[in-house]
Every structure is written in structure tokens, then in C-alpha cells.
């Protein structure tokens, strides 16, 4: 379509949209998803993004247990979260439809795969009758289209089969998308020339559906206008799209080139967190080693191996493989080795929801260990955010010789937002702190401003030393069954992570320092908990937030900002486990706002939250 024909259709500008793609695994959503947002991100515009992967990995096709949704939120101003309620559903087939409708805003659009609307599958998605003639879906404005049929159409002579045919059905859906947002088609057209060169048959294909999508989309004026949504006003520099998983990565090679410590990896496989070790082990040409281990325990102790070798290690996975890896941690702790251990949290228990998001991995992080094993808790907020808790994360491991935890969630990891490259110089550097010589040299003595111990790397001559899970005695080291050392060693460890508290700037507030209602957040409910209170502001209601990134210790100057506020509200992802700590801490009657759905909080549901709280004081 040329720029001519474009500007002399007629658009309508919106401040923002939202978007959500549904069908089968294999109707490639996801895949239509990120080139939606890869294109939009080249537009300019703010987003966010929530891919939604079935959590049961073979589900019969067709069925609503099966469906893959992928939603998008993008806007001319700042985005927090990707959207309460879709204003376009692009559903595949009648499962995608029956398992999503309920979300979509009122009068918003279905566009509907209507050559998948036969009783076979309405059947399998749990229709009696077909949506498409019994008047249930008046509540939106339905557009079927025969995606199928015309993208046949459209690759017709090019020799596929049926099955790769079908296949290219999503990128005519696509290209009507980018019509009725007046998306340029240039960035996916450049994708799949990269994707597919080495088949020129697909290339074509994939064109020929895109264009044909993008030219069936105004011909048949399905819509009768489109819509624009102009550039969002951003601070100057080189951006491009991440996902949390891809930051958490790119921060752990930021933070060995910047500390001179080879990078080491010990991983098993686990959803939602084998992306992580998926994206590390691309970069070998950063010395880069990437081991996955045939267990976790196996992954944690090499983990641990390399510490002691000098490597900066890390251990990834997700709450199931952290409860195996949780006595290997007690000995990381006894040591006093720096290893830094991502939880990428799912829904539990057991193997519970492995595709879906929670937060209930807190309390594990903090007490699931045998004995008085206290570690450093850091929780990344946005997907961006990963890189710097990652780096925060491993700079506290060097600095006070201590395993610390990082804690992420299904949906920062999947999810992606435009990401401000940072410049090497802006990331200050650390390492190891020097090694006394050796007359002054004991195992564990100790550093006064921190309370580490030395980090001394085998083969280094006359520090030969013993490390090991048996409790060691103060300073030399050596193995020790005292009782009143072992309460010193117990209460040295303990005060070494409190230490921490020490770098943990101001917390910031978003509002005012005195009210009526204080949200306290933690980890991915950031978006959500901080457009809720922007709106609130708006409407005059007395509220204002914080965002916990340091959860052990807690920031020093909490218990003064909760004392300002008559009601203190916790919104989390599981039955309250922040909430336990605070109440526990600070003697507050805070309440806890809390959703265990394997899905993030919606703006709504916050806002109701709070008006809920105000409701009952009054």
C-alpha cells in the first residue's frame, strides 16, 4: 500500500490501544505478537506486553486448555502494564474465542476466524450453539473473516502444502492489524527475509499473506476507518524491545565484564526460566560458560564449585528447582561463597501452573532453609529492571561474600517494554576486595565495614584454606562444635546481611509522605499498583505508594513512611506473604489486597482495592 493511498484514508488519532492475539500453540500467536511489537517499537510509541503461554504443553488442539493469547498495550504517553481489557481480539478459532471474549471491553472488536466456527470445534471449545448466530456476542462488534480461504488464495501457485499454507494464516491476520493502526509493514517484511532466507518459497509466502492481510483490511472495509497512535515522548538515547528474561541475562554479562570475574552458569532446565540460560549461552565471545546440569542440585553445586574456584556464579530456576537447591544454598551460606540465585516464580505448588505468574516464592526465599540461614533478598519491578537488580544483585554477592536471591515472575520474564540501553560508564564497577598478605591472612576474619570474609581462589600460594557445611570457628576457619561459637558465627552471618541496609538509598514515594491510604508493593505488581495510584491522585483520593526492591533487609527508612499512613494495603500475587512480614516487623494491621489467577493485577482491580479500603474507614 503507498504512503498516497494511506493518507487519503481516513484515520483517527487515540492516545493508546490494546491488543490481544488468541488461538493454538501452533497458529504462531506468540510469533505474531512480538512482530507487532517489534513494529510498534520502531513507531515510537510507549508499550508493554503479556505473552500467555497454555500451561499444559500438548493440549488437544482446538480446546480452551490449549489456547496461546499474546496482549499488547502501546500509547502516545507512558505505559505501565499491558492493558485491563483488550479493545481488538483476534481469535483463531471458537476456543480462543469462548476462553477470551469475558475480557474484552464492550463494543470493542472480535475478529474472528469464521472458517473454524464448525460444530467440530465449537464442540471441543464447549459451545452448544455457534456464537456467531445466537445473539451472544451483541455486546461487541464481530467481524468474521475466512482467514484460511483467503490466505489459500493468496498463495496460490506457490506449491506449499496444506499444512504450510495454513500456517501463514497468522501474518495475513497481522497485516489487517497494521492496517487498522496504521502500522508501516517494513520491520516484519525485513524479519521474515532474515527468518526464512534460506527458503525463498517461505519468504514469499509470508509476504504474499502479510500484504494480502494489510490490502484485504482496507478493500473490504472491514472496519471503516483506522486509528493512529503518534510517538510517545521519550528521553534521547538507543532503546530497543527486551524481555525480562533477556535483561536478567544481559545483567549478569555487564556485571562479569565489569568486575573481571569469569561468568559461570549452573542450570537445569525449568519454565519460565530457561531463557535465561538459553540467551547467556550465546554469549561465549564474553567468556561466558554455560553449564546445564542433569539436576538442579547438580546446577547449584557447580554453581558453588565455581565460586570457590573464583568464577562469578550463578544458579537460575524456578520455585520447584529452588526447593531442591535450598541445602545447597545453606552450604553457600556456611561458607560464605558468593553465588547469586535467580527464582524466576510460577505458580505452585508442585509444578501447579508452570506457564502462568505468581508471587509466592517470597517467604521460601527468606526462611526455606534449614537452620538460621539468612540470605540477601533483591525483586526486579519492570522487565528493564532486571538488568539492574541482576547487577545489583551480584555486586552485594562479591562485596559481602553471601549468596543472594533475586526474585523475578512469569510475567516480567516474558513480558517486554522498550529498555534505554544504558552506557558501559554509567554501571559502576566492583570486584573483589584485596587479599591481606598472607602473615595477616585468615580464612574469616573479617572486613569491619561489611563483615566479609577474604575471597581467596585455590592455587593461591600459603592461603591454602578448608571450607566446607560443618560450621567453621571464628577467624581461623577451622571446624568447630563450640556452642557459644557456633551462636557467634550464627549472629556474625545474620548482622553481614543486615549490613546491607546500609546501601539501600531513600525509599522513594509516589505521592505524598502523610495520608490515608499507603500501597506497598513488591516485584511485578510495579505497572499495575503504580497506574492505580497515578488515577487515584487524578480523582483527589489521599494515596500514595512505594515499591520494595530490597526485601532482606528492608529498607531503613520503612518503618517511618508506613507510621504516616492510617491504612497500609499490600497487593500481591499469593495469600499475603509481604503482608506477614510487615505485620510482623512494623506491628501495623496492614491488609493485603491478594489474586492467585496466574495472571497479573489489572489497573482495575487495584483501584477497586483501594476504594474498597476508603469505603470502609469512612
Not at 30 to 54: E, H, I, R, V, W
Not at 209 to 217: E, I, M, T, V
Not at 594 to 602: A, D, H, L, V
Request: proline content about 6%; some cysteine; hydrophobic content about 40%.
Amino acid at each position: 500500500m503507498s504512503d498516497a493511498a494511506t493518507k487519503s484514508l481516513p484515520i483517527e488519532d487515540i492516545e493508546s490501544a490494546v491488543i490481544r492475539f488468541a488461538g493454538d500453540s501452533g497458529d504462531g500467536i506468540q510469533l505474531t505478537g512480538m512482530q507487532f511489537t517489534s513494529t510498534t517499537a520502531f513507531a515510537g510509541n510507549d508499550l508493554s506486553t503479556l505473552p500467555d503461554y497454555p500451561a499444559e504443553i500438548r493440549a488437544p488442539v482446538g480446546t480452551t486448555a490449549g489456547v496461546s493469547g499474546f496482549q499488547i498495550q502501546f500509547s502516545s504517553r507512558q505505559v505501565l502494564t499491558p492493558g485491563d481489557a483488550p479493545d481488538v481480539l483476534v481469535a483463531m478459532n471458537p476456543a480462543a474465542l469462548k476462553a477470551n471474549v469475558k475480557d474484552v471491553k464492550k463494543g470493542g472488536i472480535l475478529l474472528l476466524n469464521k472458517d473454524t466456527f464448525g460444530q467440530a470445534n465449537l464442540t471441543k471449545a464447549g459451545y452448544e450453539k455457534n456464537p456467531l448466530d445466537d445473539g451472544s456476542l451483541s455486546d461487541w462488534r464481530v467481524i468474521t473473516v475466512e482467514l484460511g480461504r483467503l490466505t489459500r488464495n493468496a498463495l496460490e501457485g506457490l506449491g506449499l502444502t496444506p499444512t504450510e499454507t495454513e500456517r501463514c494464516k497468522n501474518f495475513f491476520a497481522l497485516g489487517m492489524m497494521y492496517w487498522l493502526y496504521d502500522r508501516p509493514l517494513d520491520a516484519t517484511l525485513r524479519w521474515i527475509e532474515d527468518k526464512f532466507k534460506k527458503n525463498p518459497k517461505f519468504v514469499e509466502a509470508n509476504r504474499r499473506a502479510l500484504h494480502a492481510g494489510n490490502a484485504y483490511a482496507e478493500t473490504a472495509e472491514l472496519f471503516g476507518h483506522h486509528y493512529r497512535v503518534r510517538k510517545a515522548p521519550i528521553k534521547p538515547g538507543t532503546y530497543r524491545n527486551i524481555t525480562g528474561n533477556e535483561a536478567t541475562a544481559l545483567g549478569f554479562v555487564a556485571a562479569s565484564a565489569n568486575s573481571g570475574l569469569p561468568l559461570w552458569l549452573g542450570s537445569y532446565p525449568i519454565t519460565p526460566a530457561s531463557d535465561v540460560l538459553h540467551e547467556l549461552s550465546k554469549h561465549k565471545n564474553f567468556g561466558v560458560k554455560t553449564f546445564q546440569a542433569e539436576d538442579e542440585i547438580a546446577a547449584i553445586g557447580s554453581a558453588i564449585g565455581a565460586s570457590f574456584a573464583g568464577n562469578l556464579a550463578i544458579t537460575t530456576s524456578s520455585g520447584p528447582g529452588i526447593a531442591l537447591k535450598s541445602e545447597a544454598i545453606g552450604l553457600a551460606v556456611m561458607t560464605e561463597l558468593p553465588v547469586v540465585v535467580l527464582n524466576v516464580q510460577r505458580g505452585g505448588p508442585s509444578t501447579g501452573l508452570p506457564t502462568k505468574t505468581e508471587q509466592a516464592d517470597l517467604l521460601q526465599a527468606l526462611y526455606g532453609r534449614n537452620g538460621e540461614c539468612p540470605v540477601p533478598v533483591l525483586a526486579a519491578a519492570t522487565p528493564g529492571d532486571c538488568f539492574y537488580m541482576v547487577y545489583e544483585a551480584c555486586r552485594l554477592a562479591v562485596k559481602y561474600m553471601t549468596p543472594v536471591f533475586l526474585l523475578t515472575d512469569g510475567y516480567l520474564a516474558n513480558g517486554s517494554e522498550p529498555w534505554l540501553v544504558p552506557s558501559a560508564g554509567a554501571l559502576a564497577k566492583f570486584g573483589p576486595a584485596a587479599v591481606a598478605p598472607i602473615a595477616d591472612w585468615k580464612p574469616y576474619k573479617r572486613d569491619p565495614e561489611t563483615l566479609a570474609r577474604a575471597w581467596v581462589a585455590p592455587g593461591m600460594k600459603g592461603y591454602e584454606h578448608r571450607i566446607g557445611g560443618i560450621e567453621k570457628q571464628d577467624v581461623t576457619g577451622n571446624v568447630s562444635y563450640d556452642p557459644d561459637n557456633h551462636e557467634r558465627m550464627v549472629r556474625l552471618r545474620a548482622a553481614k546481611v543486615n549490613k546491607i541496609a546500609q546501601e539501600i538509598a531513600p525509599t522513594e514515594i509516589l505521592g505524598e509522605r502523610k495520608g490515608e491510604v499507603l500501597l506497598v508493593g513488591w516485584g511485578g505488581t510495579y505497572g499495575a499498583i503504580t497506574a492505580a495510584v497515578q488515577n487515584l491522585q487524578k480523582a483527589g483520593r489521599s494515596v500514595s505508594a512505594v515499591h520494595l526492591r530490597h526485601l532482606n533487609p528492608l529498607p531503613p527508612d520503612l518503618g517511618d513512611i508506613l507510621s504516616g499512613f492510617k491504612q497500609v494495603l499490600v497487593p500481591e500475587l499469593n495469600m499475603g506473604q509481604l503482608l506477614k512480614v510487615l505485620r510482623a516487623k512494623y506491628l501495623i494491621p496492614a491488609v493485603g489486597l491478594n489474586k492467585i489467577k496466574g495472571q497479573p493485577f489489572k489497573v482495575s482491580e487495584i483501584e477497586a482495592g483501594v476504594e474498597n479500603l476508603l469505603k470502609e474507614a469512612r
